[in-house]
């Protein structure tokens, strides 16, 4: 049993992080039976994911959607706030349920939920049907865990975080766009967030790594990479390598993958020469995901954000002039402790100031182990619902008037997968990243197409195949 400890987590004094290869073979021991695996959270857990099923099905299960036709359950976690939580631990009670008709069912949980000392304090006291606990630093230790599986809780969680794992096998949710990891960890410490704790030091993979993989993936047909990272703009700067962002996307872009993204910037590391890189390469999305959290710059300080609305605005109008057409989104949080209404009045400027196109909008939520957690805090909750559902209004007005401007246009969408409601329809992206359902067959997956918008809604836009 290893558990994991808050203080190593927040420990940012200097290591040597080392680059491990994996080179595992696995045995199809569990030929036959079937995993069941559920994600929650952010597209770092989504990628995680991918990996987590490819070690299940080396080891011979198959895939069910159906829970109650599992042999292995496996529940990958988020962390970010406290409904997050209140999710897995509802489904918790389904599998625990499951486990009491089918006493071999193996339940295992991973992911951010699990780096938290007091979250396994109560998994061991009130969920001991669980089987297998496996941190974020270790999941490559997974199917070692099944394989071994014992009659007792196992639990394996570690809270330091000195290594990067390289050339890790994925079974990619897609053949058309791919995630690629290019870092690990943050050291932002933004004092609301648990980030910096589940997942770690800063850490970069090394670029020859990254562009070998974006290679593979062209070979293999991909159309589309999307550059993850906590904060990809920081990259590079722990290998003191002599690269940074900009040249891992300009490499990245040469390569010439037909799209390339990137998420999530930081305003406070985003430079000039990355601007420019967007700029200057056609196959890099105009597309910035911009997270602004708050418009007023006292919250802004007790954020730990780095920088003033004055900064992040000099910073969003560069953007805007720089790179041609393109869409900037955002994360804002409301409610954060004490915040005023003259506070939550300077958000709802900026957003009336910016006119994202799309915003990621949130109740503060207090994470155990934070700064802001001790923060005092005498806004009540009703308020804080108010406030979120004003500026939902406002920042789906902003989606809408930015989506109708399509509205009669011809737009290039790459169709990634076919329409959930619709058997008539597939659905995919424009280059500034607007999901667009489309009439047509299935056939029109894996292509850039181009699509004239016939109708246009704060989430999405409607559109027919342009001949
Ligand atoms: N409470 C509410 N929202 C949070 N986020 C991160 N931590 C918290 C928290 N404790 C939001 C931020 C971040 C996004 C991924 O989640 O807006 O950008
Ligand atoms: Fe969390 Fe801030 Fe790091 Fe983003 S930059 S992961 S909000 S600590």
């Not at 850490?203 to 974006?214: A, G």
């Not at 985003?270 to 418009?295: C, R, W």
Request: with cysteine; proline share 3%.
């Amino acid at each position: 049993m290893n558990l994991p400890d808050l203080c190593v987590a927040r420990n940012r004094d200097k290591v040597e992080v080392k680059h491990i290869e994996q080179h595992q073979e696995y045995e199809p021991l569990f030929k036959g039976q079937k995993y069941f695996l559920r994600t929650y959270g952010c597209q770092m857990n989504v990628h995680d994911s991918e990996e987590i099923k490819f070690y299940l099905e080396a080891l011979g299960f198959t895939k069910t959607e159906i829970l109650e036709d599992a042999d292995i359950v496996v529940l990958n976690t988020c962390a970010i706030r406290e409904n997050a939580k209140d999710k897995v631990f509802g489904y918790l009670g389904r599998c625990k349920h499951l486990k009491k008709v089918k006493p071999n069912l193996i339940i295992c949980l991973c992911g951010c939920l699990v780096q938290q000392p007091h979250e396994i304090e109560e998994i061991k006291k009130n969920h001991q049907y669980i089987d297998i606990v496996v941190g974020t630093h270790n999941l490559n230790e997974l199917p070692e865990l099944i394989v071994k599986k014992s009659p007792k809780q196992d639990i394996e969680v570690f809270s330091n975080s000195d290594k990067v794992f390289e050339n890790v096998k994925y079974a990619r949710d897609s053949q058309v766009c791919a995630w690629i990891n290019i870092a690990y960890g943050c050291d932002k410490f933004c004092t609301y967030c648990i980030v910096p704790y589940t997942r770690g030091r800063e850490r970069s993979r090394k670029m020859e790594n990254i562009l070998r993989e974006v290679q593979a993936l062209k070979k293999a047909g991909y159309q589309e990479v999307t550059l993850l990272g906590q904060n990809v703009n920081a990259y590079g700067n722990d290998l003191g390598l002599g690269y940074n962002f900009a040249t891992l996307l300009e490499e990245t872009a040469k390569i010439g993958i037909p799209r390339i993204r990137f998420v999530t910037s930081h305003p406070w590391n985003f430079t000039d020469e990355m601007i420019d890189v967007i700029a200057k390469y056609e196959n890099i999305m105009p597309y910035v995901h911009l997270p602004i959290q708050s418009g007023s710059d006292a919250i802004l300080k007790k954020m730990n954000r780095r920088y003033t609305i004055e900064e992040y605005k000099t910073l969003f109008n560069k953007i805007k002039e720089k790179v041609k057409n393109v869409a900037i989104t955002t994360d804002i949080i409301v409610g954060f402790p004490n915040e005023t209404d003259e506070d939550f009045k300077a958000t709802l400027d900026i957003v009336n100031y910016c006119k994202f196109d799309n915003a990621f909008t949130f109740i503060y939520s207090p994470r155990v182990g934070t700064a802001a957690a001790r923060m005092e805090d005498k806004i009540p909750y009703e308020v804080k619902q108010k406030r979120l559902k004003e500026l939902n209004d406002l920042v789906n007005s902003y989606s809408l008037a930015s989506n109708q401007k399509l509205l009669g246009k011809t737009v290039k969408v790459l169709v990634t997968e076919k329409s959930e409601k619709d058997q008539n329809k597939v659905c995919g992206y424009t280059d500034t990243m607007k999901l667009v359902n489309v009439e047509g067959a299935q056939d029109l997956i894996g292509q850039i197409i181009d699509v004239e918008i016939t109708a246009a809604k704060s989430f999405s836009l409607d559109g027919i195949v342009k001949k």
